[in-house]
């Protein structure tokens, strides 16, 4: 029947606090005595005939659809929606992407394929098989929950909810009886709630898996029955008293920020406080990384539960097996164990709280990336290391680094190339050569350390630490930042290679880091920048007025002879470079000159000689700085065309 002719339920049911959708159905068919699926089915959710429940619906239902089933059902439609995850997308962003809303392209980056469990069990954005509490299944004692039983916590569903705190255990993942996990698909399709569409009357509590009595053959497959609530405790009094204090800590915590709203998530976060994300990949990595990471963790006892799981994946890929994009999924899931998710987590957080600044990090997280780029199966690396989502703070501690830069080579992967820190400046902001003044005060004794120095170490160093600023606060390859800059590839590489060759070591690339990231600071703390790249932009063209010039070489000795050689070509270039502060060798005149025929050669040996900065020169020098501080605005609009502030 179409949603027009359905009725409203005679009968209903008040959701409990933090109950779930499957939940919710299972009390609700018990009280009127119908499958869950048909329950479903009156609620206006599709069922397959009868066969099964979409598994998306444990995420949110559709507008239109969570309308329909609060009309039916008689709840309003915040308390529809409040039945599925997304009310935590806050805390867990990766709950809102859907598997429709992710394209098969970024699915493979993801390493993520095939089934909708797949898919959300490799983010950790949910298990569609609950884990749960016994204790908190059998209620609070009032009436209805003695009827019908406790809830069905939503968060159960989540990877990363492993223990109850009110009743200090972990969390089950099986039935006891039948020792299997609670969501079984249909014909190898997941479903909301396993075999909705059997005719058994099940209470809420009951196992719903299908088991066959070998007994008596031909027998019918009938549901296991086991109540859950009757389970045994999972008791995290098995665990040594420190590891035991240490779980369900790190588990109040995740539940502390489960029921904060989306706009308190982090304004009220402790400094130095791991986003759950950050825990989700950091755990993963420990597991493609295993045993890498192994004297991370805090006891042996945690280690040995992480062992156990880890390590049988590690033993099954190495098998050789036909060729399979999914297969390495395994290493993205949650362990369905809770023991064994919890150490994980704990070990996860303990790296990203412990570590005091970026340096630190980078050197717990590092070794673990470079172990599992060298021994881990490819296609996992790859998957793993190509996805999107990762957060900059954890980017920056993945990535490789070749002498200064992030590496750029075939097998690195561009995502993990952000910016390498958080500045107030933009890329545009940073000038393709560095200011005399800045490399004075930065870089001034610099030279004094490097073997062996020559004619040209000032120069590379004045446009690889450009390259650098450009990395810090745009990310990317060397080569991207020299694009960025407007520096020919050729001329990035030659002093790159130069520098590399002469630094020798890493000692003189840390400095030369630690100097970069002086000037950085320097940059940040500027009341007013300049925008170079628009400057570059807006003078890429320019020539400068022959009025401009003869005025500009009034009463110096050497006037004539400069403007009857270079005419305004001479002030063109050395306003150029002042202005954009950039090398006078990249000016565009040059190529200009090239195109027309002419040779620049003379010129660019007469500008050369500019920048010893004796005698007229210098004068000359000192008008140019004073007309490109007075410069036309059409040739700059919208750009202070002030002078590189110390």
């Given at each position: 029947?179409?949603?027009?002719?359905?009725r409203?339920?005679?009968?209903?049911?008040?959701?409990?606090?933090?109950?779930?959708?499957?939940?919710?159905?299972?009390?609700?068919?018990?009280?009127?005595?119908?499958?869950?699926?048909?329950?479903?089915?009156?609620?206006?959710?599709?069922?397959?005939?009868?066969?099964?429940?979409?598994?998306?619906?444990?995420?949110?239902?559709?507008?239109?659809?969570?309308?329909?089933?609060?009309?039916?059902?008689?709840?309003?439609?915040?308390?529809?929606?409040?039945?599925?995850?997304?009310?935590?997308?806050?805390?867990?962003?990766?709950?809102?992407?859907?598997?429709?809303?992710?394209?098969?392209?970024?699915?493979?980056?993801?390493?993520?394929?095939?089934?909708i469990?797949?898919?959300?069990?490799?983010?950790?954005?949910?298990?569609?098989?609950?884990?749960?509490?016994?204790?908190?299944?059998?209620?609070?004692?009032?009436?209805?929950?003695?009827?019908?039983?406790?809830?069905?916590i939503?968060?159960?569903?989540?990877?990363?909810?492993?223990?109850c705190?009110?009743?200090?255990?972990?969390?089950?993942?099986?039935?006891?009886?039948?020792?299997?996990?609670?969501?079984?698909?249909?014909?190898?399709?997941?479903?909301?709630?396993?075999?909705?569409?059997?005719?058994?009357?099940?209470?809420?509590?009951?196992?719903?898996?299908?088991?066959?009595?070998?007994?008596?053959?031909?027998?019918?497959?009938?549901?296991?029955?086991?109540?859950?609530?009757?389970?045994?405790?999972?008791?995290?009094?098995?665990?040594?008293?420190?590891d035991?204090?240490?779980?369900?800590?790190?588990?109040?915590?995740?539940?502390?920020?489960?029921?904060?709203?989306?706009?308190?998530?982090?304004?009220?976060?402790?400094?130095?406080?791991?986003?759950?994300?950050?825990?989700?990949?950091?755990?993963?990595?420990?597991?493609?990384?295993?045993p890498?990471?192994?004297?991370?963790?805090?006891?042996?006892?945690?280690?040995?539960?992480?062992?156990?799981?880890?390590?049988?994946?590690?033993?099954?890929?190495?098998?050789?097996?036909?060729?399979?994009?999914?297969?390495?999924?395994?290493?993205?899931?949650?362990?369905?164990?809770?023991?064994?998710?919890?150490?994980?987590?704990?070990?996860?957080?303990a790296?990203?709280?412990?570590?005091?600044?970026?340096?630190?990090?980078?050197?717990l997280?590092?070794?673990?990336?470079?172990?599992?780029?060298?021994?881990?199966p490819?296609?996992?690396?790859?998957?793993?290391?190509?996805?999107?989502?990762?957060?900059?703070?954890?980017?920056?501690?993945?990535?490789?680094?070749?002498?200064?830069?992030?590496?750029?080579?075939?097998?690195e992967?561009?995502?993990?190339?952000?910016?390498?820190?958080?500045?107030?400046?933009?890329?545009?902001?940073?000038?393709?050569?560095?200011?005399?003044s800045?490399?004075?005060?930065?870089?001034?004794?610099?030279?004094?350390?490097?073997?062996?120095?020559?004619?040209y170490?000032?120069?590379?160093?004045?446009?690889?630490?450009?390259?650098?600023?450009?990395?810090?606060?745009?990310?990317?390859?060397?080569?991207?930042?020299?694009?960025?800059?407007?520096?020919?590839?050729?001329?990035?590489?030659?002093?790159?290679?130069?520098?590399?060759?002469?630094?020798?070591?890493?000692?003189?690339?840390?400095?030369f880091?630690?100097?970069?990231?002086?000037?950085?600071?320097?940059?940040?703390?500027?009341?007013?920048?300049?925008?170079?790249?628009?400057?570059?932009?807006?003078?890429?063209?320019?020539?400068?007025?022959?009025?401009?010039?003869?005025?500009?070489?009034?009463?110096?000795?050497?006037?004539?002879?400069?403007?009857?050689?270079?005419?305004?070509?001479?002030?063109?270039?050395?306003?150029?470079?002042?202005?954009?502060?950039?090398?006078?060798?990249?000016?565009?005149?040059?190529?200009?000159?090239?195109?027309?025929?002419?040779?620049p050669?003379?010129?660019?040996?007469?500008?050369?000689?500019?920048?010893?900065?004796?005698?007229?020169?210098?004068?000359?020098?000192?008008?140019?700085?004073?007309?490109?501080?007075?410069?036309?605005?059409?040739?700059?609009?919208?750009?202070?065309?002030?002078?590189?502030?110390?």
């Open positions: 029947m179409n949603h027009m002719q359905r409203v339920l005679a009968r209903s049911l008040e959701p409990l606090p933090e109950e779930s959708l499957p939940g919710f159905l299972l009390r609700l068919a018990y009280r009127l005595h119908r499958s869950p699926a048909r329950v479903a089915h009156l609620c206006g959710l599709e069922t397959n005939g009868q066969r099964r429940i979409g598994a998306d619906h444990l995420l949110e239902l559709p507008t239109e659809r969570a309308a329909e089933f609060a009309r039916v059902t008689g709840l309003s439609v915040p308390e529809v929606q409040d039945l599925g995850l997304r009310r935590y997308t806050g805390t867990f962003p990766a709950l809102q992407t859907g598997r429709d809303s992710a394209s098969r392209q970024s699915r493979v980056r993801q390493g993520v394929f095939g089934s469990s797949q898919f959300y069990e490799s983010t950790w954005a949910a298990n569609l098989s609950s884990r749960y509490c016994p204790q908190c299944l059998a209620g609070d004692g009032s009436p209805v929950q003695k009827a019908f039983g406790g809830p069905w939503l968060r159960w569903h989540l990877p990363f909810v492993f223990a705190t009110t009743h200090r255990q972990l969390l089950h993942d099986q039935c006891p009886n039948c020792r299997s996990g609670l969501a079984h698909p249909y014909e190898g399709r997941a479903t909301l709630i396993t075999q909705p569409g059997n005719t058994h009357v099940l209470h809420p509590l009951q196992c719903r898996n299908l088991l066959t009595d070998q007994r008596e053959g031909g027998a019918r497959p009938h549901p296991c029955g086991a109540r859950l609530d009757e389970a045994e405790g999972h008791s995290l009094d098995t665990l040594p008293k420190e035991h204090k240490r779980l369900l800590e790190l588990q109040q915590r995740l539940d502390a920020r489960l029921s904060l709203r989306p706009t308190e998530n982090e304004e009220r976060q402790p400094p130095r406080t791991p986003s759950v994300q950050d825990l989700v990949h950091v755990a993963q990595l420990i597991k493609l990384s295993w890498a990471g192994r004297s991370l963790v805090s006891s042996d006892t945690l280690a040995t539960l992480i062992d156990s799981h880890a390590g049988p994946l590690h033993a099954e890929l190495r098998t050789p097996q036909p060729r399979s994009t999914s297969r390495f999924s395994v290493l993205w899931a949650a362990p369905n164990d809770s023991a064994q998710c919890g150490a994980l987590l704990l070990t996860a957080e790296v990203l709280r412990t570590a005091d600044g970026s340096a630190q990090l980078r050197s997280i590092r070794p673990m990336a470079r172990f599992a780029f060298e021994h881990a490819a296609g996992a690396s790859r998957s793993f290391f190509s996805r999107p989502g990762f957060s900059p703070t954890l980017a920056r501690a993945m990535v490789r680094q070749a002498r200064g830069f992030h590496a750029a080579g075939p097998l992967y561009a995502n993990l190339r952000v910016a390498s820190r958080d500045c107030h400046f933009a890329a545009e902001e940073v000038p393709s050569h560095l200011p005399q800045w490399y004075d005060k930065y870089f001034g004794d610099f030279v004094d350390h490097v073997p062996h120095p020559n004619l170490t000032i120069r590379h160093l004045r446009r690889a630490a450009p390259l650098k600023l450009v990395e810090m606060t745009a990310g990317g390859s060397w080569l991207q930042c020299a694009r960025a800059l407007d520096i020919p590839e050729s001329r990035a590489r030659s002093a790159l290679t130069k520098l590399r060759h002469q630094f020798g070591g890493n000692a003189l690339w840390k400095r880091e630690d100097v970069t990231e002086q000037l950085a600071c320097h940059l940040d703390d500027l009341p007013q920048r300049i925008d170079y790249a628009h400057r570059r932009q807006a003078l890429a063209d320019w020539q400068m007025p022959r009025a401009d010039w003869t005025a500009l070489v009034e009463g110096l000795p050497q006037a004539r002879r400069f403007t009857a050689r270079y005419g305004t070509s001479l002030g063109t270039v050395l306003v150029w470079t002042e202005a954009t502060q950039s090398d006078y060798l990249l000016c565009p005149l040059f190529q200009r000159l090239r195109t027309c025929g002419a040779s050669d003379f010129l660019i040996d007469e500008i050369s000689h500019f920048f010893n900065q004796k005698g007229i020169r210098l004068e000359l020098l000192r008008r140019i700085g004073d007309y490109t501080t007075n410069i036309d605005t059409h040739c700059i609009s919208s750009i202070a065309a002030s002078r590189p502030q110390d």
